[in-house]
């Protein structure tokens, strides 16, 4: 099966072996919308992009976020890719049995992984109000990650209110987790690009660089820009096209006229970059079924089968068209 990439405009010719050691470098996550990585449906999917980044050696950070009960199958088959030093696990925990699994039997699972793998991160998401952001709960997370010698990422619970997503996390309950995170010394981050960061030993945090702009002869090939007091602003476009910009030039851009959406707007194929991370992702109905489920947040994320691709292929753009095989 193939799709084709359309770009919009006609872009002029650009140096591709810059261009392309800078997408070599953008932060990759793989089958992070709807769906789980590892749950039968997507599990095979997931092992194949592994191997693409791989084998066309992406240098910048490739995560995986799942909450599944990986399997002695799934555990062995990831031994393969320990080699990938760039390459980070998000593991989620909530203190919920999500999809019928004990929070105990998720708990061993993370400590096989953590275990096994060079960077894996407890992401105590989401944290609902007084479901699981309790004293008791918050010293029980900070514990696995002493145990295991890992770091955490905690996010609240997205919520939606009168179009605006924001954090629903309860005053207090931060300070609680970072105090008593220094108290066992365990590192916490507020958002997996901050950890990305500091566990990799990145020069920037993609989510909050804020340079001088650089790249811009790059940037031209996908935008009409202008640059004023060393911030470039842009017409026009998506929230997805600010997070693609600012991590192609290090800088944080302005878009005038801005889409909420996080789809670029210069394909036509659906490529979606969040705050964080470029998308490369297989759409599947989840058999996990959490009640939170982020989707009700980010519908337009269900909508097309495929989401994203390797960043390498975005060279193509600009000639026109270029076929992308699943």
């Given at each position: 099966?193939?799709?084709?990439?359309?770009?919009?405009?006609?872009?002029?010719?650009?140096?591709?072996?810059?261009?392309?050691?800078?997408?070599?470098?953008?932060?990759?996550?793989?089958?992070?919308?709807?769906?789980?990585?590892?749950?039968?449906?997507?599990?095979?999917?997931?092992?194949?992009?592994?191997?693409?980044?791989?084998?066309?050696?992406?240098?910048?950070?490739?995560?995986?976020?799942?909450?599944?009960?990986?399997?002695?199958?799934?555990?062995?088959?990831?031994?393969?890719?320990?080699?990938?030093?760039?390459?980070?696990?998000?593991?989620?925990?909530?203190?919920?049995?999500?999809?019928?699994?004990?929070?105990?039997?998720?708990?061993?699972?993370?400590?096989?992984?953590?275990?096994?793998?060079?960077?894996?991160?407890?992401?105590?998401?989401?944290?609902?109000?007084?479901?699981?952001?309790?004293?008791?709960?918050?010293?029980?997370?900070?514990?696995?990650?002493?145990?295991?010698?890992?770091?955490?990422?905690?996010?609240?619970?997205?919520?939606?209110?009168?179009?605006?997503?924001?954090?629903?996390?309860?005053?207090?309950?931060?300070?609680?987790?970072?105090w008593e995170a220094?108290?066992?010394?365990?590192?916490?981050?507020?958002?997996?690009?901050?950890?990305?960061?500091?566990?990799?030993?990145?020069?920037?945090?993609?989510?909050?660089?804020?340079?001088?702009?650089?790249?811009?002869?790059?940037?031209?090939?996908?935008?009409?820009?202008?640059?004023?007091?060393?911030?470039?602003?842009?017409?026009?476009?998506?929230?997805?096209?600010?997070?693609?910009?600012?991590?192609?030039?290090?800088?944080?851009?302005?878009?005038?006229?801005?889409?909420?959406?996080?789809?670029?707007?210069?394909?036509?194929?659906?490529?979606?970059?969040?705050?964080?991370?470029?998308?490369?992702?297989?759409?599947?109905?989840?058999?996990?079924?959490?009640?939170?489920?982020?989707?009700?947040?980010?519908?337009e994320s269900i909508?097309?089968?495929?989401?994203?691709?390797?960043?390498?292929?975005?060279?193509?753009?600009?000639?026109?068209?270029?076929?992308?095989?699943?």
């Amino acid at each position: 099966m193939s799709r084709i990439i359309k770009i919009k405009h006609n872009r002029r010719s650009s140096d591709q072996g810059k261009l392309r050691t800078v997408l070599k470098s953008l932060p990759v996550s793989i089958n992070n919308l709807y769906g789980d990585p590892f749950i039968p449906a997507q599990s095979e999917n997931t092992f194949y992009k592994l191997f693409e980044l791989r084998k066309a050696k992406h240098q910048g950070p490739i995560s995986i976020i799942t909450k599944f009960n990986l399997n002695d199958e799934i555990i062995k088959r990831l031994s393969e890719f320990k080699d990938m030093k760039n390459l980070i696990f998000f593991y989620s925990l909530t203190g919920f049995n999500e999809g019928g699994v004990p929070f105990k039997q998720r708990i061993n699972a993370y400590m096989r992984l953590a275990a096994m793998m060079p960077n894996v991160v407890l992401l105590f998401r989401p944290i609902i109000a007084n479901k699981n952001d309790s004293q008791k709960m918050i010293q029980q997370m900070v514990r696995i990650c002493r145990k295991s010698r890992t770091s955490m990422v905690y996010t609240a619970l997205y919520v939606k209110d009168n179009g605006k997503v924001t954090k629903d996390l309860r005053r207090g309950v931060e300070e609680r987790i970072i105090w008593e995170a220094a108290k066992q010394g365990v590192r916490v981050f507020p958002k997996s690009s901050c950890a990305t960061q500091e566990i990799l030993g990145l020069d920037i945090c993609y989510a909050h660089v804020d340079e001088k702009p650089r790249n811009l002869d790059l940037l031209k090939q996908f935008y009409s820009f202008k640059v004023e007091n060393n911030i470039v602003i842009l017409k026009s476009g998506t929230r997805g096209d600010r997070n693609f910009t600012r991590f192609i030039t290090h800088s944080n851009p302005r878009i005038i006229d801005e889409k909420k959406e996080r789809f670029l707007s210069f394909t036509s194929f659906p490529i979606l970059v969040s705050s964080s991370w470029f998308s490369w992702a297989k759409i599947t109905h989840c058999e996990i079924n959490c009640s939170y489920c982020l989707i009700e947040i980010y519908p337009e994320s269900i909508k097309p089968e495929e989401i994203g691709c390797q960043p390498i292929h975005l060279l193509k753009l600009i000639k026109g068209a270029v076929k992308l095989k699943k």
